[in-house]
């Protein structure tokens, strides 16, 4: 079965560091990967999305994330981080099975001053 | 464009007592999904609507059924709520069921059963 495994639930970071969170997946097949993010109190909204093609993906927000085959991971970057990044952020994979996104269980970004 | 919207925002029930929470989408969207969301286990499918007039369990169905009323609204009923239903629940929406498909979330709404 397909899981999504995001590496430490909390994430703090000083405003202008590097942004670094982790997300490994397990698949017999290439599966297709996402990133979500959630502010607080709000749904959730796209950041990047790898289906095929280039394997680093730039999104919203100065965010990028890179699937590497070989390690099974899609692990999420922003160069500097801004106090407004401070939200949940989910992995999420399909398997190729119709409408089963399979979640992480989350990230929760915080940013000091 | 609203994109996706829930109500209620918030909801507090008894044991045993009954619920519809509403969803609608103005995406003009195929496909449409009931997620819930609890500490530490991240998103969970409940159900999911591929096209008007078909709906499918999802990881997490009982205690739970779905109503595709027309294209734009996706319902989700609790007929004998338990506190372990307590939890945020999200709808979502999106073009079709490909992979290539973006899903679109509400805002959610917060259920708490005593």
């Known amino acids: 079965a397909q899981s999504v495994t995001q590496l430490g639930s909390h994430v703090s970071v000083s405003e202008g560091a590097l942004v670094l969170l982790r997300c490994n997946y397990s698949?017999?097949?290439?599966?297709?990967l996402f990133w979500y993010v959630q502010y607080p109190n709000q749904g959730l909204q796209l950041l990047l999305k790898?289906?095929?093609?280039?394997?680093l993906v730039k999104g919203i927000n100065g965010f990028e994330a890179e699937f590497k085959k070989s390690e099974t991971s899609f692990h999420l970057t922003k160069p500097s981080a801004h106090m407004s990044d401070a939200a949940e952020y989910f992995c999420?994979?399909?398997?190729?099975?119709?409408?089963?996104?399979?979640f992480g269980t989350g990230t929760r970004l915080q940013v000091t001053l | 464009n609203a994109g996706v919207t829930q109500t209620p925002k918030f909801q507090v029930l008894k044991t045993g007592q009954s619920m519809t929470l509403q969803c609608a989408q103005d995406?003009?969207?195929?496909?449409m999904y009931w997620y819930r969301q609890d500490p530490g286990m991240g998103l969970r499918l409940i159900y999911y609507?591929?096209?008007?007039?078909?709906?499918d369990k999802g990881e997490v169905p009982n205690g739970y059924n779905v109503s595709r009323l027309n294209k734009r609204e996706f319902s989700l009923r609790l007929e004998s709520a338990a506190p372990s239903q307590t939890s945020v629940y999200f709808c979502?929406?999106?073009?079709?069921?490909?992979?290539?498909?973006?899903?679109?979330f509400g805002p959610g709404t917060r259920l708490l059963v005593l």
């Open positions: 609507s591929a096209s008007e007039g078909t709906t």
């Open positions: 979502a929406s999106s073009g079709g069921t490909s992979v290539q498909e973006t899903q679109y």
């Open positions: 698949s017999s097949v290439p599966p297709y």
């Open positions: 995406m003009n969207h195929n496909s």
């Open positions: 790898y289906t095929t093609g280039a394997t």
């Open positions: 999420a994979a399909y398997t190729g099975t119709a409408s089963k996104l399979t």
